[in-house]
């Protein structure tokens, strides 16, 4: 009887023992090879969208006259409205991108992958600034 004891308990060791080694042998197998080797296969290229005028856009005081004139990318489809300025590294202090809307409504944006900072100035249909985020 005492020989059928050891003979699990070797089992559960070498059970045990393979457990672990396919554990490792996971994680291993998991992790980053040769940086050569793994930059060949993913080459990730970034590209830069460049900014492309379409319109000039004036901010215009009631009282003072012209504020600003803005070099403006107006978002004229669904992609560019949906992508807007994400992957955008940088972007000139007068250049601005222009949404319109076919009604009035309140509207909330995710800045997903935006990389700069922007400032939300919400217009109605006449083209009057009702806020600013």
Do not use: C, W
């Not at 009282?63 to 409205?81: C, Q, R, V």
């Amino acid at each position: 009887m005492p020989k059928r004891n050891n003979k699990n308990k070797y089992l559960g060791y070498i059970s045990a023992f393979l457990v672990l080694a396919f554990g490792a042998a996971y994680i291993f197998s998991s992790l980053p090879g040769d940086k050569k080797q793994q930059s060949a296969k993913t080459k990730v290229r970034k590209v830069e969208i460049p900014f492309r005028k379409d319109a000039d856009l004036s901010i215009i005081s009631a009282k003072e006259g012209t504020i600003i004139n803005l070099n403006t990318e107006i978002a004229e489809d669904d992609f560019h409205t949906q992508q807007g300025l994400m992957y955008r590294s940088h972007m000139e202090e007068n250049n601005s991108m222009l949404f319109i809307f076919p009604d009035e409504q309140i509207r909330t944006f995710y800045m997903k992958n935006t990389r700069i900072g922007l400032d939300i100035i919400y217009a109605d249909k006449t083209g009057k600034i009702v806020s600013f985020a």
